[in-house]
């Protein structure tokens, strides 16, 4: 049976990063499998256990990183977040695509490890952009904003080691884009 391929998607907070994915996962469940990360992060209002993150204590989440259960794990604004192994494996030797929405370091780890990853970095269509999406979902402090905003600078940055760049204008055509990104990289497989 054919493998599945990892799609690492990468952005920064406010790019529309997930909204793209999840409007993505409802066309496609039946093909992909979403990677849920776990965190130390606080829940925001209305995210859920187990469906958005595994919300995890610090204790619990060292544990697991001893234990190499993540694949790869990354401290970003001063929470852990980490991306749990075993289902990644599972599902791609079930021959289902697997989607990680990781961060620019989680990423170039998982290109290290798994050469044949295919990574898409989204980017906001301007800065301006960036912080007025971060302003309208209300899910964070103003401190909170200024860190992101400041990550987000540094993490455009590296958006050249992408094997993808989709500026997301509309978020319709981001994920015909992705789809088409998909169907193409399935082509180039017969070649492996
Ligand atoms: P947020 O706190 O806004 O949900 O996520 C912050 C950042 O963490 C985002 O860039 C997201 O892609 C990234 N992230 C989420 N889960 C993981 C993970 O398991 N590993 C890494 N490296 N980054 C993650």
Redesign the pocket.
Known sequence: MEKGIIFVI?GP?GSGKSTIINRFMEKHKKDFFLSI?A?T?QPRKGEVNGKDYFFYEKNKFILDMKKNKFI???K?LDNF???PKGPIFNNINKGKNVIM???V??ARKIKEKLKNCVTIFIMPPDFDELENRLRKRKTDSEKSIQKRLKLAKKELKERKNYDYIIINNDIEETVNIIENIVKLEKFKRYKI
Do not use: V
């Open positions: 990468s907070s990360s965190t992060r790869e794990y990354a970003i977040y980490g991306t929405d990781i961060d370091q989680g």
